[in-house]
């Protein structure tokens, strides 16, 4: 069974412009969550998704924000991006909220 | 005070050693505890999942919950060159899917 895949792996984005990433989570799984991850901060959860509704979300600004389809599928977007937000976006997924959490390889994004 | 406090390494042992790793957490709500671990420019792979007090083996990992002083443990035995990676403690309510991480441990193992 294939795992959580995420794409792009790799983005270089310029402050004030904007991101989107996507996460395809393993077959089956209907729980999403997304997760930024830097050297200062760790890991932090941004948000959560299952069956396409939001279900939770962490201490980020607005300009984060996310979607699930119906297939499961999700992507997040930053907007006006800041220096601060380079990092690796790392999305899980699970087959109900709560359940074991299975990461993608992360997507690292970098703000010059 | 952190939700989850893990010591900070790094770590370095031989090859062969018993390695352990800690988490200590303040918020009684959680209930489910997991330890992942993280080579270098790639995403957590669970390792250890566990809801109760008490131990769990797997192969030469065993992860140990302590409810009661809301500490976490996990024991490598027969620690190998491969086991380098960073080792991340993590925790949940069980409600809902959000994990609370804690920093990370690096493990450096010397053959």
């Known amino acids: 069974k294939a795992g959580v895949t995420q794409t792009p792996r790799y983005l270089i984005k310029t402050r004030g412009q904007q991101v989107t990433l996507s996460c395809s989570p393993i077959?089956?799984?209907?729980?999403v969550s997304w997760y930024q991850q830097t050297p200062g901060q760790g890991l932090q959860f941004l948000f959560e998704?299952?069956?396409?509704?939001?279900?939770n979300k962490g201490n980020f600004p607005g300009r984060f924000s996310g979607r699930q389809f119906s297939n499961s599928r999700s992507e997040m977007n930053v907007s006006t991006l800041e220096l601060g937000d380079s990092a690796l976006y790392l999305c899980?997924?699970?087959?109900?909220?709560?359940?074991?959490?299975?990461f993608g390889p992360g997507t690292r994004l970098t703000v010059t | 005070q952190k939700e989850v406090e893990q010591d900070p390494g790094p770590l370095s042992v031989p090859e062969g050693a018993i390695v352990s790793l800690n988490c200590t957490y303040s918020?009684?709500?959680?209930?489910?505890f997991m330890w992942y671990r993280q080579y270098s420019r790639k995403g957590p792979e669970l390792l250890m999942y566990?809801?109760?007090?008490g131990n769990k083996e797997d192969g030469r990992f065993t992860a140990q919950v302590d409810k009661s002083s809301k500490y976490i443990s996990l024991f490598i035995r027969d620690s190998q060159p491969s086991d380098s990676a960073t080792y991340l403690c993590?925790?949940?309510?069980?409600?809902?899917?959000?994990?609370?991480f804690g920093k990370g441990i690096t493990l450096s193992v010397r053959p």
């Open positions: 566990t809801y109760s007090s």
């Open positions: 918020n009684s709500a959680f209930q489910y």
């Open positions: 077959s089956g799984h209907r729980s």
């Open positions: 899980a997924s699970s087959l109900y909220p709560g359940d074991e959490q299975y």
């Open positions: 998704y299952f069956s396409e509704t939001q279900r």
């Open positions: 993590a925790m949940s309510d069980g409600a809902n899917s959000k994990l609370t």
